[in-house]
């Protein structure tokens, strides 16, 4: 079911302010940005190996992202897992009585399908499930 951890989204004031430690300072590779209209979130992909870190700045004070800022303030937001079929493996959880934010796929970054699950199922941490699509 999961094929490897794809990335790690880290909720952030500003990426212009935090891109350089990340990019400069830990010299990742920086994979570009883009803003996700339906997440209300611009993000910014730098690449760590095979996995990638996610800086999410909040287009809009009623974002998610936002609201977990204001709330918690900066720091690790969720750990995202690649799926092959991301459908089927919410159709997979959701028999099996996990507790599922999106019961069906939706756009994420990059061209993928997205889908989270609550963290109370998952001990707490806020869980993605993606589907890569084409870049």
């Known amino acids: 079911m999961i094929e490897k951890i794809n990335h790690i989204g880290i909720a952030v004031k500003s ?11 830990l010299g990742m590779l920086f994979e570009g940005d883009e803003i996700v209209v339906e997440q209300k979130v611009k993000v910014a992909f730098l690449a760590v190996g095979a996995s990638r870190i996610e800086l999410l700045e909040p287009t809009d004070d009623a974002s998610p992202v936002a609201k977990f800022l204001a709330k918690k303030g900066e720091g690790v937001h969720h750990i995202a897992y690649e799926v092959a079929d991301l459908a089927q493996t919410l159709a997979d959880l959701q028999r099996d009585g996990v507790e599922l934010i999106d019961k069906t796929p939706r756009s994420g970054a990059h061209g993928t399908l997205i889908a989270f699950l609550h963290p109370g199922a998952t001990g707490g941490v806020l869980t993605e499930l993606c589907q890569p699509g084409k870049h």
Not at 15 to 25: E, G, K, V
Request: charged share 20%.
């Open 15 to 25: 990426i212009t302010a935090s891109l350089p430690f990340y990019r400069d300072t």
